[in-house]
């Protein structure tokens, strides 16, 4: 199966029930930044949103009460094993399949293999659909959220800077990729980019 008028993702504007976020948990916050600082962002980000919809904050067990005093008492505060605080990039990517809602769950390496430990959060998206009592298809492909884009109607673009990098999955042509995404998510036609910005430092991502 490649693409069905049933199987869509919807685009980042469609209605939704919730914001899921998970809250910085990890310890390389201490060196690169004000851990106290990051966890205020976090939680104001947060915050602001439950101002207008649900939101869902994943905490590392044993943290919920820390998180508790940052966040507004209506987030919902979920403690599950995860290693850091990016839900774009490694938590479920939803879809509608036949009206009903499910969710893909793709592989995930911290950015290819930048930051280790990431086996937590390969993990997360299966946990939190558990959770949420959602459907689940898996995928083996990696794949972060954040490294593609949809409008809800067949169409999705990406990056060749990230999709094709080899430390994503060096195993795949740039076709099966393709065929994967249509399977998965129910686009038509995808749009390839030859990268996300200009910056040199960042084409070596």
């Not at 990051?38 to 939101?55: K, T």
């Not at 911290?110 to 280790?116: L, M, Y």
């Not at 740039?174 to 249509?182: A, C, D, F, R, V």
Request: a negative charge; hydrophobic letters at 40%; proline letters at 6%.
């Amino acid at each position: 199966m490649i693409a069905t008028q049933t199987l869509t993702m919807p685009a980042e504007w469609s209605r939704h029930e919730r914001c899921l976020m998970s809250f910085p948990a990890r310890d390389y916050w201490t060196l690169v930044a004000d851990f106290e600082a990051a966890r205020r962002e976090w939680a104001g980000v947060a915050n602001a949103i439950a101002r207008f919809e649900p939101v869902l904050m994943v905490t590392a067990p044993g943290s919920g009460k820390t998180a508790k005093a940052y966040l507004e008492p209506s987030i919902e505060i979920l403690e599950l094993p995860v290693d850091d605080a990016w839900m774009r990039d490694n938590g479920p990517i939803f879809i509608t399949n036949a009206n009903k809602r499910e969710a893909v769950h793709f592989g995930f390496n911290a950015w290819g293999e930048k930051f280790p430990p990431w086996d937590k959060d390969e993990k997360l998206a299966g946990l939190l659909l558990e959770h949420l009592n959602i459907a689940k298809r898996v995928s083996k492909m990696i794949l972060e959220g954040g490294s593609i884009v949809v409008d809800g109607e067949g169409t999705l673009i990406t990056t060749e800077q990230c999709l094709l990098h080899p430390n994503r999955n060096p195993g795949m042509q740039k076709s099966e990729i393709e065929t994967e995404l249509k399977r998965q998510l129910g686009v038509e036609k995808i749009i390839w980019l030859p990268y996300g910005c200009n910056s040199r430092v960042e084409r070596q991502l």
